[in-house]
């Protein structure tokens, strides 16, 4: 192999043969290597850093048990994104380090900073914490965006149905913000379910928008029967979407909400025709009540403790309605981590002995499925276990 023009002129030097010989070994072993990446390489790792600094520069209440949080960078820059994506949010909390994603609901067009939006859910360890505790000027360590929860001009329709429940809206803002306010040449139809009017995220946007640009249609689906509303009641179901959305089939779906409404819709859509090529969806973290879940052994009522072995070293307590992803976290043991939905892998453990429950919704490789490897943010122990991080 020819030689660069620096490796000519350190070979002319004294040891310069040496120095060269130090340096490749550098390259190879050393904890701080010397860069020798191509160009292109460096400049796209400046530009999407695995992690993100944070700082907390505005924060307001919804008025609706939910926050709206602004994060900028401490450094100035934010990585680009797409609509939809989301942020994994590091925190510790008395001593435990866990992380939760946040779907960015701020529009992608601008980057001075990013808005998360944290509702309150039935006892919340981090979203008790975010809304009780986090004010301006808190730091955060997060992943930089990630999911694949957005539109693809080239598989996707221009026609856009949105189904969104709860604070599932957030992503959908994130689309609907940068369609709008950039002109985009696509057609949003939003379907959104809440309790009542008064828990609906954004409403009052929503319906301004819906007034003022021909190419977003909202409607407002309120499930609680003594609810005070004179729109749509009931659920989001394959026989409302017809109502609502005519032309449905010419559309590609997206879906984000709690786990029962995501997929009571996917089963509606599938009743109405739709490929599941043009069904995407967004479901994040393990399940309120694992033990309601299909194939859940009956012999166990979730209660029970087991023992995990982690490395063949350390033996922690696992609870069996939490994900072995919990029992980590709280024993004080890091591992990657990113979705908490069994998507991205990074979270992956080998499963040497002992037993696992399966969480609908991971997606396994066939080389995890042949060597034993699961993802614990979805994997719950069913008997004491041992597995390899």
Request: net charge negative; hydrophobic share 40%; proline share 4%.
């Amino acid at each position: 192999m020819a030689k660069t023009i620096k490796e000519t002129l350190l070979g002319t030097l004294v040891h310069g043969e040496e120095i060269l010989q130090e340096i490749n070994v550098l390259r190879t072993v050393s904890e701080d290597k010397i860069p020798h990446e191509d160009p292109a390489t460096v400049r796209l790792k400046g530009l999407h850093p695995k992690e993100l600094h944070l700082v907390v520069s505005t924060v307001y209440d919804t008025g609706k048990n939910a926050k709206i949080f602004r994060l900028s960078s401490k450094n100035g820059y934010l990585p680009p994104f797409e609509a939809g994506q989301y942020l994994n949010i590091f925190t510790e909390i008395d001593g435990v380090r866990t992380s939760r994603p946040y779907s960015i609901s701020s529009s992608p067009k601008q980057r001075a900073y990013y808005e998360i939006t944290v509702a309150r859910t039935a006892n919340g360890f981090v979203s008790d914490y975010m809304l009780d505790h986090v004010k301006v000027g808190d730091e955060f360590t997060a992943s930089r965006p990630a999911g694949v929860f957005h539109y693809h001009p080239v598989f996707h329709s221009k026609k856009m149905l949105m189904l969104g429940g709860g604070s599932g809206i957030t992503p959908f803002m994130s689309m609907i913000r940068e369609v709008l306010e950039a002109g985009l040449d696509r057609e949003m139809i939003l379907l959104y379910g809440c309790r009542n009017a008064e828990a609906a995220l954004f409403h009052d946007q929503l319906t301004a928008m819906n007034e003022t640009f021909p190419n977003f249609k909202y409607y407002l689906i309120v499930s609680d029967e003594d609810a005070i509303w004179d729109g749509e009641h009931g659920f989001i179901t394959a026989e409302l979407i017809k109502k609502l959305c005519p032309d449905y089939i010419e559309r590609t779906a997206y879906i984000c909400g709690p786990e029962i409404m995501n997929q009571f819709c996917v089963d509606q859509l599938h009743e109405l025709g739709f490929a599941q090529k043009n069904i995407r969806r967004e479901m994040f973290g393990a399940a309120k009540d694992i033990t309601r879940e299909a194939g859940w052994p009956t012999v166990l009522t979730g209660s029970e403790v087991f023992k995990i072995t982690v490395n063949n070293e350390e033996v922690i307590e696992g609870h069996a309605n939490e994900p072995i992803l919990t029992a980590l976290e709280r024993a004080g043991i890091r591992i990657n981590v990113c979705c908490r939905s069994g998507e991205c892998s990074l979270c992956r453990v080998q499963l040497v002995s002992g037993n696992v429950f399966l969480s609908k919704g991971m997606m396994l490789r066939k080389a995890d499925e042949k060597y034993g490897y699961i993802h614990s943010c979805k994997s719950y122990p069913i008997s004491d276990i041992s597995i390899l991080l």
